[in-house]
């Protein structure tokens, strides 16, 4: 492939030229990719990786509609939606047409992070209130208005929870306060919104609104309980507020049978203000807000014009338009629907074989494989996550891994992945997890057999010890992060762990 740069140079001048704190997946070796085709991404050598990160490719990598689309319209014309256009009406129609019939009006951004952070705007405006309800782990965007509502940034820095910020229990009935085994754990969950919403009042304080991702990502590929929203949504707006379905990650038919997640929950719960991006522009910075029309004449009623430069522009409408063709014309939704279901039942069949695996969740191709150290007590196998990873880099497949304790496997591929990609993904991961399992259980025995001869559990201090053997890589960032971005443990691991 031609380069400007061979990879050492890349490297060297990304650390001088660009913030110490842009960090790049894989950072003890990270890969240069070159270009992408479909689910597959290629590096400066030709070598071909299966993309399973990607859900801003959505359609595919460099979809061939979604180019030409936006080759014929930027030779055109492109310019502000001040100017009459077609593109941004047709686009707003057709994004509508795919929403329930109340949320009917568009606001268009480049950003998931400017839409929230607009949708924040909207809801404050609406009653006047100022209050935020969002849940624990949750991410939302990197303006500092989100990282304000954002508990899994600001819980990391130095910066405190606002007064203004309410954090409600993450809905997740594997690690958290209710679980599976809960009689009504969608109820105990909302009960927790109610709780907090009746202390705001008590303090004097007024709810404007409520945000969640519809399924949370960053917070661990978490499925809230059926009826969880429902409830939600009838506590805050009794309260004055509205109910703010983050969508970005998560829209756009991932899930299969529905075409935005919020409608898994049923067609009696409709959110008032619906935020959307990645996936929206398939790589183009595209973004949006969609309401009602009463939320939006409270918003122009402040006197104050929205307006955006790039936000809505006749090639991002263009791109958009075509984003929306691909999904209907490849019926990708149908094609979440069955890989997903293929790829969720060998990951089932994974989990019966390794006890590394404590959980698989998720719908259409959208799934989260929970690592752990033990199965009943559920201890999250952090370490074990960030080396699988990296060796299913080396496996040519990337994976990356968040959730609160970065041991939570995220598989979330362009949507044209097939049960081929499916079953090579699940193949590579069952290799390098019976290799991981056989080197702990070696090293259980060895320690059993010299310490303890009675007891069969391998003991947390052997487990360390495995952990810890070996030589740190040169070229390894100390710092753990997250995402697979680099972790202090994982080459250390691969020392013993040959796979």
Known sequence: MCELYSKQDTLALRRKHIGPSCKVFFAADPIKIVRAQGQYMFDERGEQYLDCINNV???????????????????????????????????????????????????????????????????????????????????????????????????????????????????????GKYREDHADPAGAYAD?????????????????????????????????????????????????????????????????????????HGEDFVPDIVTMGKPMGNGHPMACVVTTKEIAEAFSSSGMEYFNTYGGNPVSSAIGLAVLNVIESEDLQGNATRVGDYLTELLNKQKAKHTLIGDIRGIGLFIGIDLVKDQQKRTPATDEAQHVIYKMKEKQVLLSADGPHRNVLKIKPPMCFTEEDAKFMVDQLDEILTVVEEAIGAKSESVTSENT????????????????????????????????????KHSLLSKRLKT
């Open 57 to 175: 490719a959505h359609v595919g990598h460099c979809h061939p509609e979604v180019v030409t689309a936006a080759l014929k319209q930027m030779e055109l014309l492109n310019t502000n939606s001040r100017f009459l256009h077609d593109n941004i009406v047709e686009y707003a129609r057709r994004l509508s047409a795919t929403l329930p019939e109340t949320l009917s009006v568009c606001y268009f951004t480049n950003s998931g992070s400017e839409a929230n952070d607009l949708a924040l705007r909207l809801a404050r405006q609406f009653r006047g209130h100022q209050d935020v309800i969002t849940l624990d782990h949750a991410y939302h965007g990197h303006l500092s208005s989100l990282i304000e509502i954002s508990p899994y940034k600001f819980r990391k820095g130095k910066d405190v929870k606002k007064e203004f910020v309410h954090v409600a229990p993450t809905p997740d009935t594997y690690r």
């Open 453 to 488: 001869p009675c007891r069969t559990k391998m003991p947390n201090e052997a487990h360390s010890e495995l952990l810890s053997e070996g030589t740190s890589d040169p070229r390894e960032n100390p710092s753990r992060k997250r995402n697979g971005l680099c972790t202090d």
């Open 192 to 264: 927790e919104v109610k709780k907090i919403i009746e202390e705001a009042h008590n303090s004097g304080r007024k709810i404007a609104a409520f945000i969640a991702e519809s399924m949370q990502s960053c917070g661990g590929q978490i499925i809230p309980p059926a009826g969880y929203f429902q409830k939600v949504a009838e506590y805050v707006h009794r309260a004055g507020g509205v109910f703010i379905a983050d969508e970005v990650q998560v829209g756009f038919g991932r899930v299969g049978k529905h075409f935005w997640s919020f409608q898994m």
